[in-house]
């Protein structure tokens, strides 16, 4: 594994998963594999899951992380190539990249959409700018368009729940859209749905209301409903979260509380287990009663992050030997 922005880096996304279990096991089963090296964490944007467990997955294999907030610490950068830097950006990526290149062995990128220009934020230029300008290998800790460290560790949770089930083979999992206060990416979504459909182990839905589709490239292979009581009816897995519009880029056309997941609505599931990326609007995306009920494994999923993290870092160095 050189890069790691998509499942697409994924070669044995089974093995990948095993991996990450193993090390759940065994945390410092290759404690040594990162010894004299260093990783990178920049953040453009604000993070708290994805930086502890990526800071803790590194030491867990010997690596000294290293985190810099660029949009608070750093000089504002320039990601376009030709850019006349004449206004507020002091440092550009073709400058900056190389010299995080000579600084660390493994360089991971957290940066957000600005959900205003949908082909802007789908090029993921700030990302391949990294990649293409530092010289080492680049994880996403998060994108303009996906979330891979996430979806890794919603398939590990996934699978690791559904060991001690054997008979469960094909598992129905929904994901769910649900009501948020401002407009958020497509990101989870996105990689959510890219991961499942790769994983092809799973009747896959995705419900939610009327001029929420999801870019297609990352749903093809879902069945796709505005009905999400149909979308739930026998669900094994619900995983609920709120994205903005596609089409008509970053809006919020429906905010409809009665999108919000109860346990009224589960009763119509196989006891279905629930996932939420965190954080979280209490009883706004999800109901108190459903949060805190044996059916949410949101904190199960949450401390799976550090062996997703980990296992994927373990791919990089093995590979780079």
Not at 248 to 258: F, H, L, R
């Amino acid at each position: 594994m050189k890069n790691f922005i998509s499942v697409h880096d994924v070669t044995d996304l089974d093995a990948l998963i095993k991996k990450a279990l193993v090390y759940k096991a065994n945390p410092f089963a290759d404690k040594s594999l990162g010894t004299n090296k260093r990783i990178g964490l920049l953040f453009l944007n604000p993070s708290m899951r994805t930086r502890l467990s990526t800071q803790i997955a590194a030491q867990n294999l010997g690596l000294e992380p290293i985190v810099f907030n660029v949009d608070k610490d750093g000089w504002a950068l320039e990601f376009e190539d030709e850019a006349i830097m004449s206004g507020n950006t002091v440092e550009h990526v073709k400058d900056a990249a190389p010299i995080m290149g000579k600084y660390f062995d493994i360089l991971c990128i957290r940066t957000f959409p600005s959900l205003k220009n949908k082909e802007d934020d789908y090029s993921e230029l700030y990302i391949k700018q990294f990649i293409k300008y530092a010289g080492i290998p680049v994880v996403s800790l998060e994108s303009a368009t996906l979330h891979p460290l996430q979806s890794l560790t919603d398939i590990i949770t996934i699978q690791e729940t559904l060991n001690p089930k054997p008979q469960t083979l094909n598992p129905k999992i929904v994901l769910t859209w649900a009501p948020h206060v401002k407009p958020l990416p497509q990101c989870v979504a996105n990689s959510f749905a890219q991961w499942v459909n790769a994983w092809g182990k799973a009747d896959f839905v995705i419900t939610h209301p009327e001029d929420y589709e999801l870019d297609e490239k990352f749903t093809k292979g879902a069945t796709k409903t505005h009905n999400q009581d149909e979308a739930l009816k026998d669900a094994d897995f619900v995983y609920v979260k709120n994205w903005s519009t596609y089409n008509d880029y970053g809006k919020i056309y429906c905010n409809d509380p009665e999108w919000m997941l109860t346990n009224e609505k589960l009763k119509i599931t196989n006891n279905a287990k629930v996932m939420h990326c965190l954080p979280v609007r209490r009883n706004v995306e999800l109901s108190d009663e459903v949060l805190d009920s044996t059916n949410s494994i949101v904190t199960q999923q949450a401390g799976n992050r550090v062996w997703a993290a980990q296992a994927v870092l373990s791919e990089i160095l093995k590979s780079g030997k």
